[in-house]
């Protein structure tokens, strides 16, 4: 008897069925962290997630603290991950350089650029790729860079003087985005203090002086959001993302964010001069190498004309990590991460003090205290340094979960840090391979160490006691993976928020807290919708 289509249809039918049941038995009964607590449906299938981060707007991370209330410190939020919402098992996870802790492949598809070093999940070709960027990003070089620095600054002062004699409302958010992505443009691209690099033109930093069009500025702000509101689409349809790019732009620019379509009309408009140009510079770094040939210009600290000239020049990476492709990709996800963070710091800072008019008053009598506009002699100051310490917990850096893989079984008991009133003291032997995430809203929010944790309150920073909370601090992460940047963004916060909380005299203008507060997790914290971002009325001291 001929098998029929029903027939085949029937038995294709019943073997998915009987899969997908072996495989729910074995997620929830023996899977290697089945003995972990947690929801059943969290551990059956990344729907769960998926769940939270595109139909309840990216606040999966705030769900995950509600677990926490049910079911204690160590839980199951997907059929692969555990979350552990307790301080004292930061160092744990997020382990010192020598202790090999690889990323979580899975976390990394938001990002598409598996180029990157802060998408690079293996633990030793990250050591080699950050071997390689590390000698620009070090304190000699940010103390060499900082005149360049410094001439932003002005920049930013004279827009903001602009709006103060003209009695107008300036958009502080606007402004220091565009503060931040021109910065970040100067600061990767070279050690020189005048030209520009292979990275500037690939960032077009040189071409389009932002700080000078804040309508630019606010359309690139407003479009970066944009592109990250679409983070969570890469991590659960990987294949959209790749669809659409295959389309022809009259199909797909409808189901496109804004932000990617504005991007793409940008490429579209430069894609054969500037980016033509960039890769044509880059072949010939490369030309010269294998020739033996050089410019004669070896300027500052690194002895290098450029960041890539030093990937180029390290032994550490074999060819394949100095393809053309990995070093663009290398240099995007440098600026991506150099230009929204320490801009959102400095939005929650400026926010803060604007509230809290008595904060305002003790920083600007401790800055009174010396006329020095230096980074080196401004990290002196302690209440400075407190005020920004909190603009960075409150923040919160990357608002993702970083998940790291340890090689060898780890053993979780809570510490007297733990938060969870559930769960008790019991131990839990977690395998090794499993990813393993400690959330900032998770570390940031901790009563235990923060009291009154949304509250901004900088003396918490001061004195002995401050200092012991530093281990906790996750704004630029942890451990081996720390933020390559931090010297660099530390250098940004300082000469800003010295240089206009002396210059001006500034009072919030149409902007609460809903501005800066964290809503919506999208790689980075994101306000309510609809925040036109923090707004203030400027008088000039």
């Known amino acids: 008897m001929a098998v029929t289509i029903v027939q085949v249809l029937g038995t294709a039918l019943v073997v998915v069925l009987l899969r997908t049941v072996v495989g729910a038995i074995r997620r929830l009964y023996f899977h290697p962290i089945s003995h972990i607590p947690g929801p059943k449906l969290a551990a059956l299938t990344w729907w769960y997630e998926c769940y939270w981060d595109l139909f309840q707007e990216s606040r999966f991370v705030f769900h995950i603290q509600e677990l926490h209330k049910q079911y204690g410190p160590i839980i199951r939020i997907t059929p692969d991950e555990i979350h552990v919402n307790?301080?004292?098992?930061?160092?744990?996870?997020?382990?010192?350089?020598?202790?090999?802790?690889d990323k979580y492949p899975y976390q990394l598809k938001t990002l598409r650029i598996p180029g990157a070093i802060g998408a690079t999940a293996n633990h030793d070709l990250h050591r080699k790729r950050r071997e390689a960027l590390s000698p620009f990003f070090s304190r000699r070089n940010v103390l060499y860079l900082e005149p360049v620095i410094t001439e932003k600054v002005e920049q930013l002062c004279r827009l903001i003087a602009r709006h103060a004699s003209e009695?107008?409302?300036?958009?502080?958010?606007?402004?220091?985005?565009?503060?931040?992505?021109?910065?970040?443009?100067?600061?990767?691209?070279?050690?020189?203090?005048?030209?520009?690099?292979?990275?500037?033109?690939?960032?077009?930093?040189?071409?389009?002086?932002?700080?000078?069009n804040e309508a630019k500025a606010a359309t690139l702000r407003q479009n970066g959001n944009d592109l990250l509101m679409g983070i969570n689409i890469n991590k659960h349809f990987p294949w959209f993302p790749d669809f659409l790019e295959s389309l022809p732009l009259s199909i797909s620019k409808p189901m496109m964010p804004p932000g990617l379509v504005d991007m793409l009309a940008l490429f579209d408009c430069i894609v054969l001069t500037e980016l033509q140009r960039v890769r044509a510079e880059l072949v010939g770094i490369m030309q010269a190498k294998s020739s033996g040939s050089t410019s004669g210009k070896q300027m500052g600290p690194t002895g290098k004309e450029s960041v890539y000239d030093s990937v180029l020049d390290s032994p550490a990476l074999p060819p394949s990590e100095k393809a053309l492709l990995r070093l663009e990709q290398e240099g995007s996800l440098l600026v991506l991460a150099g230009t929204e963070s320490p801009a959102k710091t400095l939005n929650v800072v400026f926010y803060h003090l604007l509230a809290n008019p008595s904060t305002l008053a003790k920083l600007r009598a401790e800055l009174s205290t010396t006329k020095s506009s230096s980074w080196a002699e401004l990290e002196k100051l302690p209440y400075l340094s407190a005020v920004l310490e909190e603009g960075?917990?409150?923040?919160?850096?990357?608002?993702?979960?970083?998940?790291?893989?340890?090689?060898?079984?780890?053993?979780?008991?809570?510490s007297p840090y733990s938060v969870s009133a559930a769960g008790g003291s019991k131990s839990h032997v977690i395998p090794a391979g499993t990813p393993i995430s400690i959330t900032s809203l998770s570390a940031h929010t901790a009563a235990t160490v923060f009291p009154s944790p949304y509250t901004f309150d900088p003396s918490r920073w001061l004195g002995d006691a401050g200092r012991e909370l530093r281990k906790f601090q996750m704004a630029f992460n942890k451990g081996g993976r720390k933020c390559l940047g931090i010297e660099l963004a530390r250098a940004e916060l300082y000469l800003v928020t010295a240089a206009l909380v002396r210059g001006f005299e500034m009072e919030l203008w149409e902007t609460g807290e809903g501005d800066v507060a964290f809503v919506h997790d999208y790689q980075v914290a994101m306000p309510r919708v609809g925040s036109k971002g923090v707004r203030v009325m400027a008088r000039e001291l």
Not at 191 to 211: C, K, M, R
Not at 393 to 411: C, D, K, M, N
């Open 86 to 101: 307790d301080v004292g098992f930061l160092d744990s996870v997020y382990a010192p350089s020598m202790s090999r802790r």
């Open 167 to 212: 009695k107008t409302p300036v958009n502080l958010s606007d402004a220091l985005f565009a503060f931040s992505n021109e910065y970040v443009s100067l600061k990767v691209g070279s050690s020189e203090l005048t030209g520009y690099s292979v990275v500037n033109n690939f960032l077009f930093a040189h071409q389009t002086d932002v700080l000078a």
């Open 392 to 414: 960075n917990r409150l923040s919160f850096g990357v608002t993702a979960r970083t998940a790291r893989i340890a090689h060898e079984p780890l053993t979780y008991t809570p």
